[in-house]
């Protein structure tokens, strides 16, 4: 008499889905192995002393949070209006002006801090409009663009921009620029605007909670594949 027979077609549909999910499963946790080392690396850039930012191209896994300081004057006449919300849902804009660095180092797109919508126009925070060569600090961050084609657009006619489209930037305001943004720590300007250090770090690690889920599952549908195929075993033969 067999003790396991659960036939062809239940195990021909059990068994590759079951070893999907156990793969699945490995994934997952290489997946969150990866984003510790990530979060590691970030913390690790971030707590590190300002260094000068290079000029010319750099590569931005390297240098991607880095905290560099620059030199230059601003350009505040080409400034560019990302849409962006602060921490309580107020809406209003991150300021990003171009920074010309002395001793011929190149351009950087340096986002300055958010100003809420009615700062929005550089008239309304004259005193923030710093003048002459300075010395800023801030952290490197990359470009990104629209994730979906049917998302709406920027429109650099009105100089209202939704994502940190580098390249399409640069050319709005017709100047060269370093492959990264720069994003301003919290030295307050005078008159209090754009509100700087708006850097923020979130990198969502649930990938152990989604490991357990498919292993769960995993064993699940071996359990009942078993089950069937004993008691499909008991059943006297017709």
């Known amino acids: 008499m067999k003790k396991f027979s659960p036939g062809l077609w239940p195990t021909l549909m059990t068994v590759p889905v079951v070893l999907i999910m156990l793969a699945l499963s490995v994934w997952q946790l290489d997946r969150y192995n990866w984003k510790v080392d990530l979060v590691d690396r970030l913390t690790e850039q971030l707590a590190a002393a300002p260094v000068e930012l290079p000029a010319g191209p750099f590569d931005m896994e390297e240098w991607g949070y880095r905290r560099v300081i620059l030199t230059g004057t601003f350009q505040h006449d080409k400034e560019i209006h990302l849409f962006s919300h602060a921490d309580k849902g107020r809406k209003g804009f991150q300021i990003i002006t171009p920074f010309i660095r002395d001793a011929n180092k190149g351009a950087v797109l340096v986002n300055r801090g958010w100003v809420p919508e009615d700062k929005k126009n550089p008239e309304s925070r004259s005193e923030g409009l710093v003048k002459g060569t300075v010395t800023i600090s801030g952290?490197?961050?990359?470009?990104?663009?629209?994730s979906y084609s049917f998302l709406p657009a920027s429109d650099p006619v009105a100089n209202v921009w939704l994502y940190g489209?580098?390249?399409?930037?640069?050319?709005?305001?017709?100047?060269?620029?370093?492959?990264?943004?720069?994003?301003?720590?919290?030295?307050?300007?005078?008159?209090g605007w754009p509100l700087g250090g708006q850097t923020r770090v979130s990198v969502p690690n649930n990938h152990i909670e989604y490991f357990v889920t498919w292993l769960g599952l995993a064993g699940a549908m071996a359990f009942i594949y078993i089950l069937f195929g004993l008691n499909r075993a008991k059943r006297p033969e017709k």
């Open 139 to 146: 952290v490197v961050r990359k470009s990104w663009a629209k």
């Open 165 to 191: 489209e580098l390249g399409a930037m640069a050319e709005h305001v017709g100047l060269e620029v370093s492959p990264s943004f720069v994003e301003m720590d919290d030295t307050i300007v005078p008159g």
